[in-house]
């Protein structure tokens, strides 16, 4: 059941590009393959996790997500700082939504808790990793589950958790993008934490932009993961913005510094004068994780 409040995206088969390089078909397997086999182990090894504490848990946590990636020929480049926040300090990590992707590669920087429809748990590979990442589920269909879901993210966040949102509410292609809603951004103000803004953006080998990974439209997750297996030199770039303090602004200011923040470090919109002179958007480094495609 759907309700009006839901946010919904015009993107479909008509926003993707063409002309990307593609696998050949045993490539495309392989790379499936390889994905589920680095979630079975990760499940395998799941006792082991537990024991773990601080920064060996984040390492062993970020492998998986890289190797993921990996088994899907993705490049991922990562500007800005990757020092998100001391450990034991919170803070609400939004970005914009094109792909199911998106989660790992915001994991592979920096392991997190998410926030996510319920839909996502009983998907192949990705829903496993979400669950097992201690996500916290958001019942769309039901608007009266909506302030408890909240309060939850509130207290994780008070309690010092980095908790990932994608406050578009849907995938978009990436060509084009949605508005931020501004709900969870209440959480922050609750939590007393800050907003850390990502921005992310999908690319070839050859500096193309590309809406090929986006998750949009009817197609099945199957279809999606079938065809971001068949990309070839896919690159997926990551803009790690400074953080917005909650200080007193409400709700709907934090959600449009994060969204200006983020079309920023795209390049897609200026930011309003107002929001120039708090938030700055600068990228002081720059890491690659090479995969071979």
Known sequence: MSHAWMPASPCGDGCLTTGAPTVSAPRRTLRITLAG?????????APALFALRGKAKEHFLRSIFVAVLRAFGVKLVVHGSRDFQASGRGALV????????????????????????????????????????????????HLSTLPGTMAELADSLRAGSLVSVTPEGT????????HFTTATFQAAIDGGVPVRPIALRYRLADGRETSQPAFIGPESLIASLRRVASLRGLVLEVYICPEIAPGLRTRRELASLAESAVHSALGTVNIPAQARRRVRVSHTAEVSLEVPQ
């Open 94 to 141: 939004v970005n914009n939504h094109i792909s199911w992707l998106d989660i790992i590669a915001v994991n592979a920087v920096r392991p997190m808790r998410a926030l996510a429809k319920k839909e996502i748990a009983s998907w192949p590979i990705l829903g496993t990793l979400v669950s097992r990442g201690g996500s916290i589920f958001l019942d769309r269909e």
């Open 171 to 178: 995938t978009w292609c990436g060509l084009a993008s949605g």
């Open 37 to 45: 086999l680095v979630v079975l182990l990760a499940l395998v090894l």
